[in-house]
C-alpha cells in the first residue's frame, strides 16, 4: 500500500492534535446539547424567579433588573418558573414514576392557566356555547387574564414538555409543538428586532414583553435539545460530519438573515441608502455571507478529514507494528523490523539500546534511511554514551524512565549533552533537527530506550507524534517481556529434563544392584522360608516397576532433548506380533492374547522401540479390563500402511479423555488404584511411533472396552 511508506504526519507544522477536535463534532454532542438544554432553562427560571421577586416586594428595580420596558407580568413569570423547573427535571439520569409524575405536576399547572385563559377568550366570542354555559360571566373575573398569542404560547410550550415526558415516539410531537412555540414568537421578535413600523405599520405589534419574548426563546431552544438524540432532530445531532454540517447550516440559516437585516435596516434608517440598495444589499450581502461559510465549512471537514486519514494511518502502523512483535520471540528480530518500519514513516534515524548486564547499552537496532550512513553511525554510536551527560538525552530517560522531546535541535543543546568535539561535529553532521527519546519498560524497570530522530527542517516533532512513540515503546516492551519470559520457561525446562536424564541414570545402577541381591535372596530361601521368599517376590516386582518408571522418565527426558535414538531394520510384522505376545502370554495371567489376521508384510522400524509401544499398549489392555479374559491383537495392511491393533473389553474411556489421553502426564481419574501411573506410557508411544513416521489413535466408549491402532509406512521394497 501506498500509505506505508508515507511519514504519520501530514502536516506537523500545523500542530493537529488528535484531542483537538471541533466540539460540535464532539462524540459527546448529545450530553454537550442536554447540557446546554438545561441551562437555557436555568436561566428562565432565574429571570422569572427576579421578577416574581420584585413584584412579591414591590421593588420596581428588582422587577426591571432583566430585559425590562415592558416587564413581565406575574402569571407569565409562574408559568416560566414551572416550565423551567419541567425542563431540568427531565434532565435527571435517573427516571422514574415518581419523577415522571413530578414532571406531570409542574407542567401541569401553567397547562392550567393556558386553558382557562383560552376559554377566557373563547367566551368573549358571541357564541351560543358559551352563554349556554355562562362561561363567559364565570371566566372573565379569573385574574389570570393574558393575550392570545401568550396564552398560545404556553399551551404549546405545556404540550411539548408532556409530550417530552412520555419520550419516544413521542418526543417527534413534542419538538413539533416547541417548533410551534416558535413561529408564534416570530411576530415578536422581529417587533423587537427591527421595529414594529418597519414590520407591521402600527405603533405596538406585540404585547409580549421583551423579558417574556427572550426567556421563550431560550425555552424554545432548551425543549428541542432536552432529548436530541430522539425525534425529528437527530439529523441535528449526529456525531459525524453529517450532523456537524447541519448543525452550522441551521445556526447560520436563524442567525445569519436575521442580523444582516438588522444592520441594513439601521443603516435605511440612518439614511445611507434609499429603499431599493436596502433590497440589494440584503441579496448581495446574503449571497456574500451563505459563500464564505461554505467556504468555512468545507475548510472545517478538510481538516476532519485529515485528521481521520492521520488516526487511521497510526492504527495502521501501531497494527503493523504489533504484528511484527508477535511474529517472533526473538526480541531483537523483531524490534529490527520495527526500526525498519518506523523508518522513513516516522523518522529519519530510529535506534534501540538495551541495557547490559555490566550496566552498558548495546544498540541492537540502527535504522536510517541511508544506507551508508548506518555504517559511520554505529561506529560513532560504540563510545557515544561515553561521551555524554545525564542531566538530559539517553542517559537522563535511562535514569528516570519518563519520555523527553525536543522539537528543536540547537547547537547549545548538543553541546550541553556531547562533551567531545569529535562527536559533536559527527551529529552536527548528520544534521538532527528534532529528536524524540523513549524508555523501554519490564516489570518496572528500565531496561533500554527507544530514540527517533528527525533530519528535515520541515519536520519536527509534536506531542501527538510523542504518543504515538510511547505507544510503540509499550507495545515493543511487551514483545520483549514475552520474549524473556518465554526464554526463562525453555531454560526450566532445559534444566528439569537434564535433571530427570541425569537422576534417572544415577539410579540406575542402585536399582540393578538392588535387584541383584533382591534375586540371590530371592533363590537361597525358595523352598525354605515360604514367607520370606513371598516378600522378596514382592520386592523384585517393585524394582522392576520403578525400573520401569525411571527408564520412563528417562525417555521423557531424552525425547525433549531430541536425544532419543533409534536404529531402524527390516522388520517381518507377523513374527515380530507372534513373538511379543508369546514372550508377554506367561506374564498376563488371568488373561488370553489372540492374534487374528496376517499381513506378510515388512517396516523400517526399530525392533526395541516399536516392541515397547506394542508392549505398553497389551499392558494398559490388561491393567484397564480386570473383568475381562481375552485382549484381541488385529494386524491387517492396507496398499500404504500395516495396521497393528490392541482391542480390550474393559471399563473402556469417556469422550472428555480421549482428547488428552496421548498428552504428557496426563492420567485419567479412576478409583480403582491399580490403575496409577505417571501418564507417560502412551506420550512415548506416541512419540515413538511419530519418528516412524506413523499415526497411533484409539477409539473407546465407556464401559464397552478399547481400540488401539498404530498405523506404520510400508517398507518401500512391498508398496
Same mark, same amino acid.
Not at 196 to 225: D, K, M, P, W, Y
Not at 237 to 254: K, M
Not at 669 to 693: A, F, R, T
Given at each position: ?17 488528535? $484531542? ?22 436555568? @436561566? ?33 413569570? @409562574?408559568?416560566?418558573?414551572? &416550565?423551567?423547573?419541567? @425542563? ?49 360571566? +364565570? ?33 417527534? &410531537? ?38 417574556? *419574548? ?17 425525534? =425529528? ?15 452550522? %447550516? ?11 437585516? $438588522? ?26 455571507? %451563505?459563500?464564505?461559510?461554505?467556504? $468555512? ?22 497494527? !503493523? ?57 554505529? /561506529? ?10 545525564? !542531566? ?54 528500565? =531496561? ?45 525446562? &532445559? ?13 540406575? *545402577? ?28 514382592? #520386592? ?35 513374527? %515380530?506380533?507372534? #513373538?511379543?505376545? +508369546?514372550?508377554?502370554?506367561? &506374564? ?15 517396516? #523400517? ?23 475381562? /479374559? ?38 485419567? /481419574? ?24 506413523? +499415526? ?24
Amino acid at each position: 500500500m501506498e500509505t506505508t511508506r508515507k511519514r504519520i504526519s501530514f502536516f506537523p507544522n500545523r500542530n493537529l492534535e488528535l $484531542w483537538k477536535i471541533h466540539p460540535l463534532l464532539s462524540a459527546d454532542i448529545i450530553n454537550i446539547l442536554k447540557r446546554f438544554s438545561s441551562a437555557l432553562a436555568f @436561566i428562565t427560571f432565574i429571570i422569572a424567579n427576579t421578577t416574581l421577586a420584585g413584584a412579591i416586594s414591590g421593588l420596581s428595580n428588582i422587577k426591571m433588573l432583566f430585559l425590562p420596558n415592558p416587564p413581565m407580568g406575574v402569571v407569565t413569570a @409562574i408559568d416560566l418558573v414551572f &416550565i423551567s423547573i419541567s @425542563i431540568l427535571l427531565l434532565h435527571v439520569k435517573k427516571t422514574n414514576r415518581l419523577l415522571s409524575h413530578t414532571i406531570l405536576f409542574f407542567t401541569s399547572v401553567p397547562f392550567f392557566i393556558s386553558v382557562f385563559n383560552l376559554f377566557s377568550i373563547i367566551t368573549t366570542l358571541p357564541t351560543p356555547v358559551s352563554f349556554l354555559f355562562h362561561l363567559d360571566k +364565570t371566566l372573565t373575573s379569573f385574574p389570570i387574564h393574558s393575550p392570545l398569542n401568550l396564552t398560545l404560547l404556553m399551551f404549546f410550550s405545556t404540550m411539548s414538555l408532556f409530550f417530552l415526558n412520555i419520550g419516544g415516539k413521542y418526543s417527534k &410531537i413534542g419538538q413539533i409543538s416547541a417548533i410551534g412555540v416558535g413561529l408564534i414568537l416570530l411576530p415578536s421578535n422581529l417587533n423587537y428586532l427591527y421595529g414594529s413600523e418597519f414590520v407591521f405599520n402600527r405603533g405596538t405589534a406585540s404585547q409580549i414583553a421583551i423579558s417574556t *419574548t427572550f426567556c421563550l426563546n431560550l425555552i424554545v431552544v432548551a425543549l428541542l435539545l432536552t432529548k436530541p438524540n430522539e425525534g =425529528i432532530i437527530t439529523p441535528l445531532t449526529n456525531s459525524d460530519a453529517s450532523g456537524f454540517t447541519a448543525r452550522r %447550516f441551521l445556526a447560520a440559516v436563524y442567525l445569519m438573515p436575521i442580523s444582516l437585516g $438588522w444592520i441594513i435596516l439601521e443603516g435605511y434608517k440612518l439614511g445611507w441608502y434609499d429603499s431599493n440598495e436596502r433590497f440589494y444589499l440584503l441579496v448581495s450581502g446574503t449571497i456574500i455571507m %451563505f459563500s464564505l461559510l461554505t467556504f $468555512w465549512i468545507a475548510r472545517s471537514l478538510q481538516e476532519i478529514d485529515i485528521k481521520r486519514k492521520y488516526t487511521e494511518d497510526i492504527i495502521f502502523f501501531l497494527s !503493523e507494528a504489533s504484528q511484527l512483535l508477535a511474529s517472533s520471540l526473538d526480541y531483537k528480530i523483531t524490534l529490527k523490523k520495527v526500526g525498519e518500519l518506523s523508518v522513513p514513516r516516522m523518522a529519519d534515524w530510529c535506534t534501540v539500546e538495551i541495557l547490559k548486564p555490566n550496566g552498558k547499552l548495546q544498540q541492537i537496532v540502527f535504522a536510517h534511511s541511508n544506507k551508508k550512513l548506518v555504517a559511520a553511525a554505529k /561506529k560513532f554510536g560504540r563510545n557515544y554514551y561515553s561521551n555524554i551527560g545525564d !542531566e538530559q538525552g539517553p542517559l537522563h530517560v535511562l535514569k528516570t524512565g519518563e519520555s523527553e522531546i525536543y522539537p528543536f535541535i540547537t547547537n547549545s543543546f548538543l553541546k550541553k549533552l556531547i562533551k567531545n568535539k569529535r562527536g559533536l561535529q559527527f551529529v552536527k553532521k548528520i544534521h538532527m533537527t528534532s529528536l524524540m527519546i523513549i524508555p523501554l519498560i519490564v516489570e518496572k524497570k528500565t =531496561i533500554g530506550i527507544i530514540q527517533f530522530v528527525s533530519t528535515n527542517d520541515t519536520h519536527h516533532f509534536s506531542q501527538a507524534e510523542l504518543s504515538i512513540a510511547e505507544e510503540l515503546a509499550a507495545r515493543a516492551s511487551l514483545a520483549i517481556e514475552h520474549s524473556m519470559l518465554y526464554d526463562n520457561a525453555q531454560e526450566a525446562i &532445559i534444566k528439569r529434563d537434564e535433571f530427570i536424564s541425569t537422576a534417572s541414570h544415577e539410579l540406575k *545402577t542402585p536399582l540393578t544392584s538392588l535387584k541383584v541381591y533382591t534375586e540371590v535372596l530371592e533363590q537361597q530361601f525358595a523352598g525354605k522360608d515360604k514367607k520370606t521368599s513371598l516378600y522378596l517376590s514382592r #520386592m523384585n516386582t517393585q524394582i522392576n516397576n520403578l525400573t520401569h518408571l525411571i527408564k520412563d522418565l528417562l525417555d521423557v527426558s531424552r525425547i525433549q532433548l531430541g536425544k532419543i535414538a533409534f536404529n531402524f531394520e527390516e522388520v517381518a510384522i507377523d513374527p %515380530f506380533i507372534k #513373538m511379543i505376545v +508369546t514372550d508377554m502370554d506367561p &506374564i498376563f495371567t488371568g488373561h488370553a492374547i489372540e492374534i487374528h489376521g496376517q499381513t506378510h508384510a515388512t517396516v #523400517m522400524a526399530d525392533k526395541e522401540r516399536l516392541g515397547q509401544v506394542i508392549m505398553n499398549l497389551l499392558t494398559n489392555a490388561v491393567k484397564y479390563s480386570p473383568d475381562a /479374559k481375552k485382549i484381541i491383537v488385529h494386524i491387517s495392511k492396507t496398499k500404504k500402511h500395516v495396521f497393528i491393533s490392541v482391542e480390550d473389553m474393559g471399563m473402556g474411556i469417556d469422550k472428555k479423555n480421549l482428547a488428552r489421553i496421548f498428552d504428557r502426564f496426563y492420567q485419567i /481419574k479412576d478409583n480403582n488404584s491399580q490403575n496409577s501411573g505417571l501418564g507417560m506410557g502412551l506420550y512415548i508411544s506416541k512419540e515413538i511411533i511419530h519418528k516412524h513416521n506413523g +499415526t497411533i489413535t484409539v477409539k473407546s466408549k465407556k464401559g464397552k472396552g478399547s481400540t488401539f491402532t498404530v498405523a506404520l509406512p510400508l517398507h518401500q521394497n512391498q508398496k
